[in-house]
């Protein structure tokens, strides 16, 4: 009887330790990065994703913490007057700081969430695009930050590769110096898909 009691719990540890290892493993490595092939397992969208775990942790297909919630693909799919894209790196022209885009809005938009930092623009533009944006080692907030205040002039290599962000992972997989750019998981890429 103790036997099987014991074999019945080694069994529940090694399922249980099993999700944990996943999760890491999603994290911190692209599907490319793990086997060395440039085919990523089921799309980016099978049981070996980031996506996939976070929509079954929050019990929905959208993060409900993220900023870059309620956007409608096709009102993404006109870019006129857009300067920059989705995991692009930019500098803020006034404060020298650095950080890569996570999304945009034609216009400047109302958002609730605390944890945005608004930036005014200098200029009243009515139809100004405005960026939602990682700064560099500003770790508890996202800025909205209108174009007219953004450039990707003095941004070099070791500033796109170097972002230091804690929610860089929610977005994005990885840097690709080919595309000289972060390259964002399945879910972002479907809310800005021409970026």
Known sequence: PNCGMLTDLLIALLISSLLPL???????????????DARPWSGGRGWVSWDSWGNW?????SHKNNAVVDVDPEARRDRSGVSFRVGQVVRHSKQNVFGVIVGWDKSMKKYEDRSIIIHNSDVKVEEEPYYMVLLHGQDNHL???PQGKLTAKGVSSQMRKGIKHRKLVEYFRKYEEEYRQWIPKESLRRKYPRD
């Not at 890491?24 to 086997?35: K, M, P, Q, V």
């Not at 942790?57 to 297909?61: D, R, Y």
């Open 143 to 145: 800025h909205y930050i």
């Open 57 to 61: 942790i929050h019990g929905s297909t």
């Open 22 to 36: 996943q999760l890491f493993l999603s994290i911190n490595f692209s599907a490319r990065d793990i086997s060395g």
